[in-house]
């Protein structure tokens, strides 16, 4: 079945290094979303790509979708302890739902 | 933006009674909601899509008579967990898309179930 896989699992950073998450789809996307959950807390919805080849940007983050529509990133320029939490790709499904990858947790030592 | 209620935040309940889940969407009507349950330290697992007026389509492995789900509005989804075992507890998120675009779903708050 669709799989959306996501690396690394863990992340751990000092205060100003840069983070990088990866997701790759078993199938070509529609679109990909990219969410942020902070510890103790819900997904909060980030940005959607739609195009191949898209790159947006969100202050310090920037976000890619590959070519193929089938992968995905997503970059934190010198992160900061705000930064912290669990960062989860997603991509629909044919029944309206999404799938999600595992995410990425960063942590960041100030 | 979008905003989704999701009440209560955290329940206890014994082993063996039922609790009910509540999934507001504020200011949008939301057709679909959708139910997800998150292990710690894990990603979020769908559970099942609550259609508005029909019944939910539940995933594969997801006990239908456990976990109600009724979508009577526009606005309201409830999750019913059934006679609870310690074994359902867990951290459940429900999500509603009522924009098209680019603003993606939106969480609820989550429900975090204790059973003893």
């Known amino acids: 079945g669709q799989q959306v896989m996501q690396i690394p699992q863990y992340q751990h950073v000092q205060e100003g290094e840069d983070f990088t998450t990866y997701c790759n789809s078993s199938?070509?996307?529609?679109?990909i979303q990219w969410y942020k959950q902070r510890p103790g807390g819900h997904p909060v919805f980030l940005i959607q790509?739609?195009?191949?080849?898209e790159v947006k940007k969100q202050k310090r983050l920037t976000f890619q979708f590959g070519e193929a529509k089938k992968n995905s990133s997503l970059h934190i320029t010198a992160t900061q302890t705000t930064d912290v939490g669990t960062y989860f790709c997603a991509g629909p499904r044919s029944q309206g739902n999404l799938i999600f990858g595992k995410g990425t947790k960063l942590s960041v030592k100030p | 933006g979008a905003v989704v209620s999701q009440h209560p935040s955290r329940v206890i309940c014994k082993s063996g009674t039922s609790v009910k889940i509540e999934c507001r969407s504020l200011?949008?009507?939301?057709?679909?909601m959708f139910w997800y349950r998150q292990f710690p330290k894990q990603s979020l697992m769908l559970m099942a899509t609550?259609?508005?007026?029909?019944?939910?389509?539940?995933e594969q492995g997801v006990e239908k008579d456990k976990f109600l789900i009724n979508h009577a509005s526009l606005t309201l989804s409830t999750l019913t967990v059934t006679s609870a075992h310690p074994e359902d507890s867990s951290f459940y998120i429900c999500?509603?898309?009522?924009?098209?675009?680019?603003?993606?779903?939106?969480f609820g708050s989550g429900t975090r179930l204790t059973v003893v």
């Open positions: 609550s259609n508005e007026g029909s019944k939910a389509t539940y």
């Open positions: 200011d949008f009507q939301a057709t679909t």
């Open positions: 999500s509603a898309s009522g924009l098209q675009g680019s603003y993606g779903y939106t």
């Open positions: 199938t070509t996307l529609s679109n």
């Open positions: 790509l739609v195009k191949s080849g």
